[in-house]
């Protein structure tokens, strides 16, 4: 899978042709799960968060002045359908991307209705969130992105990882434990540099861009906790 | 087309190893026919069970494709198939003669995203993007004349296309502007505008930015592209995500420009009464539909509502609903509703949300509030405890409860309520509208919780005001209410 590009890999392309920032609303009811989406999105630093609420009637009352170019909306708000929302938003900026995020997997006739009613891309709560970073950068330009959706993702990481050298294992091990390069080195005995381009490697072959990726991946498998 | 199953793609490729690399990216995705030669797709098509969603296209040498008969068929023919090119380097000629004969829809270079290509396909399958109309090739129509706008950063070469046009031609007004941000204020100001070519390179907003915003801001505006530097990728974005109309290179020329001007009208023409008419026929057909969802509403809840409190409140109620403005019916409302079990769920839960509410409500009529502290203390407790409770409610508690719902719906506090002691009672009233941005007889594309709560507050909100021998007031209108009740005071 090596021609896959990869979304930050054409945002530099983007970028270069003069490309505007990402500016991100976002409403969603819950605070904890706003934070913890919000960490996720904001290392990537094309994106800027110009608003957040926890309700739909919020939202529509601060969207004029924050002017995002993409809103991230949960279909499920605690005062209004988050869908109805979208749509009002949609009559007062139609230039607005707006992804909606899904309890569950929607089917093909209701994604249908969704994308006619102008809405750029779904995410459901069962997907990973690298699937919906991904999916923001490609709507941004008011593109719609239908993903394989209703498919079970491969599980790619982690034939990927089983396909790592036994060294790059290690090293892979070693930043899951959040040791630094320096000690890295140390412990294998080789130089800072190699290190880093055991990490580079390591990076490209598992599709991750950033450590807590690794982290979250390695301590997954080590517990047992993912299949 | 909602696809029960996977979506088809009709593959030409011409490298057997760009097959086998295709159908490894995509097998999992698509069913894929792939085919050889021309002839052997072009005798496919007519038996095919399905007609596919796209035909992707593999050439070695993707120039033999500016005569290609399957592409040529399947543009006059099947104008539903979304024709894709995928080449290892696509020339900028090319994608300029191949946009002018409507041979492609999207243009790739290899290495292709996967992703990008998959979504392609499976919007074009979900959607009716594909659906086309007979280009509206009458005479331009009563009214003010079009006007085409063209954006550059060159005043003079502008200004001079501008007065050799002018003088071509008495059927359009050509307008400029010498930056995408003065486009959009060009924009603002005149709606006449059919038709916009405008320049990559620009200082500030980019050519292809600028139409990428205009296809969601005005998407019946015909979108052209021009520049005097091969940026093929550039030209390749504008196609795949702005949809442009044509690429044209420049220098200009004005006679050439001119025939491509009244093409675009023409174009221009053709989308506005395409949309003109989808509206059309999405209003009407939605009142229809909404004619039959009041009926169906009122036969489910006449006999328990009215039954309660012995007046016919339900009519009220739906009477009062349709005063408040919401947006106007569009197409995926219509899927909705003939496509999912939108209507029967709607009255289904709607009348059991109601049914239940009712059940915990004490039957029989009680003549006024006590005073005003009572109110004020049975609303503070509604507002404390906004989930309300299943012990049996009274009149009173009923309506404070449909209240605090109403005012959670709108984002308002209690202070929002002005309540007013008149001669024989209390007024309460909104101060500020609430808002309602979608109701029981509006077009829905979705059943949700907040919906059916709101919806079954303002009928507990009628039901509660006739218990207590009250008047209710709804005045609609755009997304939202405005309430006022009068309460009579208890005769004790």
């Known amino acids: 899978m090596s021609s896959i590009e990869s979304p930050s890999a054409g945002q530099g392309r983007l970028m270069a042709s003069g490309q505007r920032r990402l500016r991100l609303y976002v409403t969603m009811g819950q605070r904890l799960l706003r934070d913890s989406l919000l960490f996720q999105i904001l290392l990537h630093d094309e994106v800027e968060l110009v608003g957040e609420s926890e309700t739909g009637v919020a939202t529509l009352n601060r969207l004029k002045r924050a002017t995002p170019s993409v809103l991230l909306i949960e279909e499920n708000l605690q005062d209004n359908d988050g869908l109805t929302i979208a749509e009002h938003a949609l009559a007062v900026n139609p230039s607005l991307s707006v992804l909606l995020i899904s309890d569950t997997p929607v089917s093909s006739g209701r994604m249908a209705i969704y994308l006619e009613a102008g809405i750029k891309a779904v995410v459901s709560k069962d997907q990973p969130v690298q699937e919906l970073i991904k999916t923001l950068f490609y709507i941004r330009n008011g593109q719609v992105y239908v993903g394989n959706w209703q498919q079970e993702p491969a ?19 070693l930043m899951a434990s959040r040791l630094p390069v320096r000690d890295i080195a140390g412990r294998l005995g080789v130089s800072c540099k190699t290190v880093h381009s055991y990490k580079d490697r390591i990076f490209v072959k598992l599709g991750f861009e950033r450590l807590p990726e690794l982290i979250l991946f390695m301590q997954r498998h080590q517990h047992g906790a993912a299949e | 087309m909602a696809t029960s199953g996977a979506a088809e793609i009709l593959l030409r490729y011409d490298d057997d190893q760009d097959r086998q690399h295709f159908e490894t990216l995509f097998a999992s995705d698509f069913v894929i026919h792939a085919f050889a030669t021309d002839q052997g797709a072009l005798d496919y098509l007519p038996s095919a069970a399905t007609i596919p969603t796209a035909i992707v296209l593999l050439p070695n040498r993707a120039d033999d494709y500016l005569e290609s008969s399957l592409l040529a068929r399947a543009r006059d023919h099947h104008p539903r198939i979304l024709k894709i090119l995928i080449g290892d380097a696509i020339a900028l000629n090319l994608l300029v003669k191949l946009l002018d004969h409507q041979l492609v829809d999207r243009c790739f270079e290899q290495p292709v995203n996967p992703d990008v290509i998959r979504s392609h396909v499976l919007t074009a399958a979900l959607t009716r993007e594909g659906q086309t109309f007979s280009p509206d090739t009458s005479e331009a129509h009563e009214g003010p004349k ?78 052209i592209l021009t520049s005097a530097w091969g940026e093929v990728d550039v030209a390749m974005d504008a196609v795949n995500e702005g949809r442009i109309f044509r690429y044209q290179k420049k220098p200009w020329n004005a006679a050439e420009l001119l025939s491509l001007f009244r093409k675009a009208l023409v174009q221009h023409r053709t989308l506005v009464s395409a949309r003109d008419r989808s509206r059309s026929i999405a209003e009407q057909q939605f009142a229809e539909l909404r004619q039959q969802r009041r009926a169906r509403l009122l036969e489910h809840l006449n006999e328990r ?26 197409p995926p409302h219509l899927r909705a509703s003939r496509e999912t079990a939108l209507e029967h769920d709607l009255v289904r839960d709607f009348a059991g949300m109601v049914g239940r509410q009712l059940s915990t409500l004490q039957p029989g009529h009680v003549h006024g509030i006590q005073n005003r502290q009572a109110f004020d203390q049975a609303l503070a407790n509604a507002l404390e405890n906004p989930a309300g409770t299943s012990e049996t409610q009274t009149p009173l508690m009923a309506l404070c409860q449909a209240l605090a719902t109403l005012m959670k719906a709108s984002g308002l506090e209690r202070s929002a309520l002005e309540l007013t002691r008149t001669e024989s009672g209390l007024m309460v009233a909104s101060a500020s509208p609430l808002h309602m941005y979608s109701h029981l007889l509006a077009p829905i594309t979705r059943l949700s919780r907040p919906l059916l709560e709101q919806q079954s507050a303002l009928l507990m909100l009628f039901v509660s005001t006739r218990l207590l021998a009250g008047d209710i007031d709804v005045t609609g209108g755009d997304q939202c209410l405005r309430l006022s009740l009068h309460l009579p005071a208890r005769a004790d």
């Not at chain 1, 790619?156 to 990882?161: E, G, K, N, T, V």
């Not at chain 2, 016919?312 to 009062?320: C, E, G, H, S, V």
């Open chain 1, 155 to 173: 599980p790619a990481a982690m034939l990927a990882y089983q396909a790592l050298s036994g060294r790059e294992r290690e090293v892979a091990q």
């Open chain 2, 146 to 223: 079009p006007a085409i706008l063209i954006v550059d950063d060159e005043p003079t070469a502008t200004r001079y296309l501008s007065r050799q046009l002018e003088r071509m031609q008495d059927e359009f007004r050509v307008l400029s502007a010498i930056s995408a941000e003065e486009a959009q204020l060009v924009l603002q100001k005149d709606s006449d505008v059919a038709v916009v070519m405008t320049d990559q390179r620009m200082p500030g907003m980019h050519g292809k930015e600028l139409l990428d915003e205009l296809r969601q801001s005005h998407p019946t505006i015909v979108r």
């Open chain 2, 305 to 330: 509502v009215d039954g309660f409190t012995g007046e016919p409140i339900t009519a009220d109620f739906l009477d009062a609903l349709a005063t408040v403005r919401t947006l106007p019916a569009q």
